[in-house]
């Protein structure tokens, strides 16, 4: 197995993308942490999946835009494994609004979760990997931070820039220890676009190549990937996983 006996740490891992990667890693050996801010339900249903894979899998409520959290679950985990091998910062929040109707508030609170959530995790956990000389840390982007515009998304557009940023900001800092890298994932079959209606996903889709949304384990698997040797000479880079949008 690809990450057998690793450790696995993916932030936002309840539902959606994270949940998606979480699986993936302990299908692949690996002991996973799945983090959780407020779906705790959830959280616990994909460590008990995660458990029949034979790993020893652990579930921590932490909110990563707090530092106290954060600090907390990065010393729970080396309290129980000694270490940490990935790192995949997965936890995100989008307040869809008219740009009109947009607050600061709204602005403070995605940029506390979506940017400043990775400052923190990547603080805490790289100090466990930098004594070792050896980890990976993995940012879910957005092609929204890349070229997709949508203005009533200013705030988590903005943000999901600035992680882009960030993260060769990070592999610079920790090289040449720590690969970092970062995923930009353009429409994905999740949750999230539920309350969209279907004739704006049908317009969306006809500006993919591939004619669909990607399904969450397609982001898994370049998740994956920059996570496994394979991508041992892949650092500070963005991989952008969107069905060809960006040629349409």
């Avoid at 690793?6 to 990667?21: E, K, N």
């Avoid at 890693?25 to 458990?51: C, D, L, M, P």
């Avoid at 869809?96 to 990775?118: C, M, P, S, W």
């Avoid at 040449?176 to 704006?200: F, Q, R």
Wanted: net charge negative; charged share 25%.
């Amino acid at each position: 197995m690809l990450f057998k006996d690793q450790v696995v740490l993916v932030t936002g891992s309840s539902r959606g993308i994270g949940r998606s990667i979480a699986v993936r890693f302990a299908k692949e050996g690996a002991h996973v942490i799945v983090n959780y801010r407020n779906s705790e339900r959830e959280a616990q249903v994909i460590t008990e999946i995660i458990s029949t894979y034979g790993g020893n899998p652990m579930c921590i409520k932490a909110d990563v835009s707090k530092e106290k959290d954060v600090k907390m679950m990065v010393d729970t985990i080396i309290e129980k494994y000694g270490h940490i091998d990935v790192l995949v910062n997965n936890a995100g929040i989008a307040i869809d609004r008219e740009f009109a109707n947009k607050h600061i508030k709204d602005f403070q609170e995605t940029f506390d979760t979506n940017l400043i959530g990775v400052f923190l995790t990547s603080k805490y956990v790289s100090q466990y990997m930098l004594e070792r000389q050896s980890g990976k840390i993995i940012n879910i982007s957005s092609t929204n931070g890349i070229d997709s515009t949508y203005p009533y998304s200013v705030d988590y557009d903005a943000s999901k820039a600035g992680l882009i940023n960030m993260t060769k900001n990070l592999a610079i800092e920790f090289a040449p220890y720590i690969n970092v890298n970062a995923v930009a994932p353009g429409w994905v079959d999740t949750g999230m676009n539920e309350d969209l209606s279907k004739s704006y996903l049908d317009d969306e889709k006809n500006k993919i190549l591939l004619k669909r949304f990607a399904e969450p384990e397609e982001i898994a698997d370049v998740v994956l990937f920059l996570a496994s040797n394979k991508a041992r000479y892949i650092d500070g880079e963005t991989i952008r996983v969107d069905g060809g949008l960006k040629l349409e």
